[in-house]
């Protein structure tokens, strides 16, 4: 008999927070709602109590999907589970998730506390979370590095106190299959009250076997999986959704285990993530990559052309990966673009859709071919890019092998609250094209961040391709990421660097008005 293992996605809590992945509010939005075709059963919306931001994009989410749970993450202290009630209230099904670390190393040096306050602390944050709902999950962080008798007994006290969902971490990628295994077995058998509760496993990739480690506390008797839409998460990333639902998919017979995924929604997922965050699918990424289900090499050809079984274990067709007959170009219709979004999983109302088919008609004009890719990095573009405070109206650029140095010319808009736009213009040199416009954006606003990182990408394929760009900034502590499409490189580059200081200028905002966050 089949057991149902539950996903808990944290792609926009724990995801979010690896470096290059931030989203906006709009963008959130849309991937849970990706999230919740795709079936998971929990969407981690984010940490309300860590800024505004989080909060109001929890609450959105929350507002947003009516399939899934929706849990906000909270260290064990009153306000943070106030403020992640507050935000989660209203979802169909809202779920607090709190957490303390429990391991020596964490507890010495990071909370400054004794093994007997934090089992106080622990028993006191989920008796408090759960006066205000049943559905209450505690994490014990660093469980893997935490001794287990006394992990034992936090698990027992969190149970005894409300704790309907348990999770047992490896924070730091830690562990290894059998131990990590033999870590939820002990608890399993040694925590008074663990039949109450189900057991969760969230583990990182530090050592590289984050999904190893996840797929051994299943069968040693987790039944819940916390894992992020391609693995993204801090340093090496968390266990892949795609990876350990395609195991548990593809060797059935051997876990005995089922999930309530959509595996067909499973590389519109990943592209969805891949074109929010602005950071391509690797070509050797386990099920989804580019390379996933290509086969060169002559021996492997002629297995597949007299059966596909003889090198792939499951079909393109299974994640999501088919071709399609819709054809979108320049005498494309509305129809025909909206049938193309419902594939691609996107709901669009009908203001949205008729920007976008402005948009598409207009790359049209200058692309010989309309790819999936062009029509996602479109809809992410002009579709979920919020109201900014500065815009790119119009830009030139000269730049050659003379000797008179690269030079750019930008018009912008500045919008400010309850005022009319404001238009200006500026020109400035540099060492090359794209550092002559970066230079004259920063004179124009006043703003003059650190590059950290500058990355082009092609969306498709072909001389006529959009370029998509990620920028990394640094002000002052701060840091934001800018994504910019266009065809012209240049342009993107330019659109990049001007999302990355409307980011910024947002989360300057953000920490002035949460100094104590």
Known sequence: MSERVFIFDTTLRDGEQSPGATMNLDEKISMARQLELLGVDIIE????????????????????????QVAGLCR??????????????????PRIHTFIATSDIHMRHKLNKTPEQVLEMAEAAVRHAAA????????????????????????ERAIAAGATTVNIPDTVGYAQPQEYAELIGYLMANAAGSHKAVFSVHCHNDLGLALANSLAALVAGARQAEVTVSGIGERAGNAALEELVMALATRKEYYGLETGVNTEQIYPACRRLSQIIGQPIPPYKAIVGTNAFAHESGIHQDGMLKNRLTYEIMTPESIGRKGTDIVIGKHSGSHALKAKLRELGYQLDDEQLALLFKAVKELADKKEQIFDEDVEALVLEKVYRRLDRYRLVDMSVFSGTGGVPPHAAVVMEFMAEGAAAEQRRHSAFGEGPVDAVFTCISELTGLAPRLLRYQVNAVTGGTDAQGAVTVRIEDAGTISVGRGTNEDIIVASAMAYINALNRLEKLKEEKRECPTL
Not at 144 to 155: C, E, H, K, P, Q
Request: aromatic share 10%; proline share 2%.
């Open 132 to 155: 205000l709902t049943s559905n209450v999950e505690f994490s014990a962080e660093d469980a893997s590095r935490s001794d287990w008798a006394f992990l034992a007994r936090v698990v």
């Open 76 to 93: 064990s202290v009153t306000r943070d589970i106030d403020l992640a009630w507050e935000a989660i209230k209203d979802a169909a099904e």
């Open 45 to 68: 919306a984010g940490f309300p109590a860590a800024s505004r931001g989080d909060f109001e994009a929890v609450r959105a989410i929350a507002g947003s999907v009516k399939e899934v």
